[in-house]
């Protein structure tokens, strides 16, 4: 039987939904993919047919990342790319990047984004490879109380801690600008919301001057993001320390961008740290140079957060 790649039609929500359950455990896709108004266009399918239902998917999710300079420009991110197990082998999903990457030439992507375990199904159509590292180590004892009062975020706080978010990253090459509907679906979707986030308050104004977001599940904990005034972050890390030992975990990970003020804070979380570095980062250049890409991806302090994931 002949396959036939095309773009998605509202119809085929349901068969769309069923692939993405049955490939993934992550309900929160389906939110995520209605986030794009135009995201009929912009998902490619591999189909059989009627009532053959849906081989194989990949998603087109435009995003403005900031450059190496910190100037938004307009990227295609991938995600959401599922094949049913009895299509895989056949060469359908690189079909459906070819697409994709028409649809991102014509609506004016500089370059192409995505994130995977398996980099081997991605190279034959361009895309390449960059490093990132995260810190890891056992888990310090408690820390006396400082200079800051540190609590669950609550929903309240939604609008301080967006704007600590776009200052911390307002030049930071490789993050995502986070439109509200980003904060209201994606942000939760991948961290959960306000109550599983802490912030830091300034003692005497009250006003919330940093933010972070921690997972305390399996095998250690895993701050994911943090945004603010450098002072607080060691005691936002001796908070998430304090978290993860009451979940009764000894180690913990860091997945954010080295720095001095990291540096400094770091012993508030761990002890006989190291770095380990990972490629998980792809990145493919449309109209941009692949020098220019290169440049974003590596530079200092170059970070695409967990929660802007596609």
Do not use: K
Not at 68 to 95: C, D, K, M, N, Y
Not at 122 to 130: C, L
Not at 235 to 247: D, I, K, T, W
Request: charged residues 20%; neutral net charge; glycine residues 10%.
């Amino acid at each position: 039987m002949t396959t036939v790649i095309r773009t998605a039609t509202p119809a085929d929500d349901p068969a769309l939904a069923a692939l993405w359950q049955r490939c993934f455990d992550a309900p929160h896709i389906t939110r995520l993919h209605a986030l794009d108004p135009d995201r009929h266009r912009h998902t490619f399918v591999a189909h059989n047919g009627p009532g053959d239902g849906i081989d194989a998917v990949v998603v087109y999710v435009p995003r403005l990342i900031r450059d190496a300079h910190g100037t938004p420009q307009r990227v295609g991110g991938i995600g959401s790319v599922a094949t049913r197990p009895e299509a895989r082998g056949r060469g359908l999903v690189r079909r459906l990047l070819a697409e994709a990457e028409r649809t991102m030439m014509a609506e004016q992507c500089a370059w192409s984004l995505l994130f995977t375990g398996t980099p081997g199904v991605y190279r034959g159509s361009g895309w390449r490879e960059f490093g990132s590292s995260h810190t890891e180590g056992m888990l310090t004892p408690p820390a006396a109380p400082g200079a800051f009062r540190v609590r669950a975020a609550m929903a309240e706080d939604a609008v301080e801690v967006a704007a600590l978010h776009h200052t911390y990253n307002a030049n930071r090459p490789l993050t995502s600008l986070r439109a509200p509907e980003d904060w209201a679906v994606r942000v939760p979707a991948w961290y959960g919301g306000p109550d599983r986030w802490l912030v830091a308050e300034d003692r005497g104004s009250g006003a919330v001057v940093g933010w972070i977001v921690a997972q305390y599940e399996g095998e250690c904990v895993e701050v994911r993001e943090c945004a603010g005034a450098p002072g607080c972050l060691g005691e936002l890390f001796a908070a998430v320390g304090e978290l993860g030992r009451a979940a009764g975990l000894s180690r913990a990970r860091v997945r954010i961008p080295d720095g001095p003020g990291v540096r400094a804070a770091l012993p508030a979380l761990l002890a006989d740290f190291r770095t380990v570095e990972e490629h998980v980062g792809m990145a493919r250049p449309l109209h941009a140079t692949a020098e220019s890409v290169r440049a974003t991806v590596t530079a200092p302090g170059a970070v695409h957060w967990y929660g802007d994931c596609f």
